[in-house]
C-alpha cells in the first residue's frame, strides 16, 4: 500500500500537506489491520490514538444501562479517535469498534503536537479534522431534537448511501435515536417514483 498516495489524499480531502511534512507525517504512522468486532477503545480507558481508516469502517458508542447507542460512523479516508480523551486526556467516555474487517493508519497523540508545532500545514489539517467532526456531531444534535425519524434516516442516506450494507441496522436505529421496529418501518415505506 503506497503511503505517500494516502496520505496525499488526506491533504486534498482536508488540507494539503507539504512534502517534508508529508514524510515526517509517514514516518510516524503505524499501518494495522483489525478484526470486525475489534473494540480498540473503551469506556473509561485513557486514549491517545487516533485512526485513519484506509479500508473498512467504525463506530463510536456509549451503553447507557446495558443498552449500546451508537454516536458516530466513520469510513474510508476519515478518522476516528475518542476526541474527549485524545485532545482532553480524560477517560474516554465511549468505545470504538471496528463494524467491518479494517485496514488503518494509527498515529500518537503526541505525533499530532510535535508535527503541529513544527508545520503549519499539519496544524491546519487537524483543524479542518476536528473542525469536521464536531460540525458533523452538531448536525447529528440537531437532526435528533428537531427532526422526524424518516427525515433523519433520509439524511443518513443521502450523506452515506450504503450504510445499511456496512453497519447494521441495529447500529443505525440506536444513531437516529430510534428503536428497530421504527426503523424497518420506515425502511419497507414504499419510495416514491423518480422521474
Avoid at 490514538?49 to 446495558?66: H, Q, W
Avoid at 454516536?71 to 474527549?84: G, M, P, R, Y
Avoid at 485496514?103 to 469536521?132: C, Q, Y
Avoid at 458533523?136 to 450494507?165: M, S
Amino acid at each position: 500500500m503506497n503511503l505517500e498516495k494516502i496520505v496525499n489524499k488526506i491533504g486534498e480531502i482536508y488540507s494539503p500537506l507539504s512534502i517534508k511534512c508529508q514524510k515526517e507525517f509517514i514516518s510516524n504512522l503505524e499501518m494495522v489491520t483489525f478484526n470486525k468486532g475489534e473494540v480498540v477503545v473503551r469506556e473509561g480507558q485513557y486514549s491517545e490514538k487516533a485512526y485513519l481508516i484506509i479500508k473498512g469502517c467504525a463506530r463510536a458508542y456509549y451503553l447507557k444501562d446495558g443498552k449500546d447507542i451508537s454516536d458516530w460512523f466513520t469510513f474510508e479516508n476519515q478518522f476516528i479517535a475518542s476526541i474527549v480523551s485524545f485532545f482532553g486526556n480524560v477517560p474516554s467516555p465511549h468505545y470504538i469498534e471496528f463494524v467491518e474487517d479494517s485496514i488503518v493508519l494509527k498515529f500518537s497523540k503526541n505525533t499530532v503536537d510535535i508535527l503541529s508545532k513544527k508545520h503549519h500545514d499539519f496544524e491546519r489539517l487537524i483543524r479542518e479534522v476536528v473542525t469536521e467532526t464536531m460540525l458533523g456531531l452538531c448536525e447529528r444534535l440537531h437532526t435528533i431534537q428537531f427532526t422526524k425519524a424518516d427525515e433523519r434516516y433520509r439524511l443518513l442516506i443521502n450523506i452515506y448511501p450504503d450504510i445499511t450494507q456496512r453497519i447494521p441496522l441495529t447500529h443505525i436505529a440506536s444513531y437516529l435515536g430510534i428503536t428497530l421496529e421504527t426503523l424497518s418501518r420506515i425502511r419497507s415505506q414504499k419510495k416514491p417514483n423518480l422521474i
